[in-house]
């Protein structure tokens, strides 16, 4: 049995706790498990335990094995030395402080049918480890965890919206700028929209947004599409000699036109769309994050991002090569819904909490509260088990509930896990 889910008895007290007694005879009396350490360290800190007639205040370690304290190599570290109680599944040899000190232990005692329920979620084979016993539960009981789900996939956000931001000398504007650029990709073209964005500051792009030519000549220039061949018709031959003169002028070093997938795409979802697409975007956008950090209204904000490739497109979804189908090729609803959830909102709540502004933070959450539910499988998914999401908010929950706990069985983090490891 893991060493979390000892951790999870101690922590709730799920121990049988009558005539406890250390393996040298003395009763023992728990009077405060202590804090859950979550860093480097003892299992817990600051517990209050009467041992005999004497009530010591420090830390508790906890294993399977006894032995496993000089298997973690405890009995050479200094922090183990405040260790005031060894409690184990199996005690098979004392352990001592790093002076020689022996250490008391306990034996945990706890009901069989916690363990017994728990190793029936580890040995699931099923989508989610209670995929069969999920009937049992009020669905209530999982709507109630929605806030504190949401609320984790923004601060998991929220961290590599940070790592970026220090990458790029905290420059708020280059770093939504790639971000938003990387959505663009829509993950199958994720990386090299990145690399695109990287490769071609947000500075220069602004000295040209007037000329929505010349943002096209930048970012297909940048691209490498406009290497593939030497010659073509008008506009691609244009774009070609503009880049030329710009890519002279500062210096530019584009990236390779083999990084850009088109296989197994719809058309209206290959990167030469979406490159134009994006270059409208900021064509039209003067100083974007500032405009979104004041908008209020969700429907202004959708706004801003209906956008349509140029005319080219119209009749093109490849350079050089006419379509039989002539349409406008504009920034679906879905793929506006989907920039919004992942990159605005993040950058909302990050940008608010960073500037202490908490109007900020919260207009993000009301925003998801506000967008459909996304459509993926994971969702579907939940939806045949009888848990229906009724917005964004609510499907980024279960996104979260999916990938950071039921995908990695961390069952006694999840409330529901939590139930069924109770239940008679």
Not at 166 to 174: H, I, L, T
Not at 239 to 251: G, H, M, P, T
């Amino acid at each position: 049995m893991p060493e979390e889910f000892l951790q999870y008895i101690w922590e709730n007290n799920l121990f049988e706790t009558e005539k406890l007694k250390t393996t040298d005879g003395q009763p023992v009396e728990i009077i405060s498990t202590g804090k859950r350490n979550t860093d480097s360290g003892p299992d817990f800190f600051n517990a209050r335990i009467k041992i005999d007639s004497t009530i010591w205040v420090g830390n508790v370690e906890i294993h399977r094995l006894a032995s496993d304290w000089e298997r973690h190599n405890h009995n050479a570290g200094a922090a183990y030395n405040s260790v005031i109680m060894h409690v184990a599944e199996i005690i098979d040899k004392p352990v001592f402080r790093s002076n020689g000190e022996v250490i008391p232990a306990m034996v945990l005692h706890y009901p069989a049918a916690l363990k017994t329920n728990y190793q029936k979620l580890l040995d699931a084979k099923t989508w989610i480890a209670c995929q069969n016993l999920f009937h049992k539960i009020d669905p209530i009981i999982l709507q109630l965890g929605f806030n504190r789900l949401m609320i984790e996939r923004l601060e998991d956000k929220t961290n590599e919206i940070l790592a970026r931001l220090q990458q790029n000398n905290n420059d708020w504007n280059e770093t939504f700028y790639q971000m938003l650029a990387r959505m663009f990709g829509f993950k199958v073209n994720s990386i090299p929209f990145e690399m695109l964005a990287k490769s071609l500051p947000i500075g220069i792009l602004a000295k040209h947004k007037i000329s929505l030519f010349q943002l096209e000549a930048l970012l297909f220039g940048n691209s490498g599409l406009l290497n593939d061949r030497l010659l073509g018709d008008d506009y691609y031959l244009n774009l070609r000699n503009e880049y030329s003169f710009l890519y002279k002028k500062y210096q530019l070093k584009g990236i390779e036109s083999h990084l850009w997938k088109f296989m197994r795409l719809r058309p209206g979802n290959f990167p030469t769309v979406r490159i134009s697409q994006l270059a409208a975007l900021i064509h039209r956008s003067h100083g974007l994050f500032s405009r979104i950090i004041e908008i209020e209204s969700l429907d202004e904000l959708k706004k801003l991002f209906e956008v349509q490739a140029s005319d080219y497109w119209n009749a093109h979804y490849s350079f050089n090569k006419t379509s039989t189908r002539n349409s406008v090729k504009e920034l679906g609803e879905n793929s506006i819904n989907t920039i919004i959830i992942n990159v605005v909102i993040p950058f909302l709540f990050v940008y608010g909490e960073k500037q202490n502004k908490e109007y900020l933070k919260n207009r993000s959450l009301e925003f998801l509260e506000q967008l459909p539910s996304e459509r993926n499988s994971i969702v579907e998914k939940w939806g045949k088990m009888g848990v229906e999401s009724r917005s964004a908010f609510e499907s980024q929950a279960l996104l979260q509930l999916k990938n950071k706990y039921c995908e990695l069985k961390k069952c006694l983090n999840c409330q529901i896990g939590v139930k069924l490891v109770r239940s008679n």
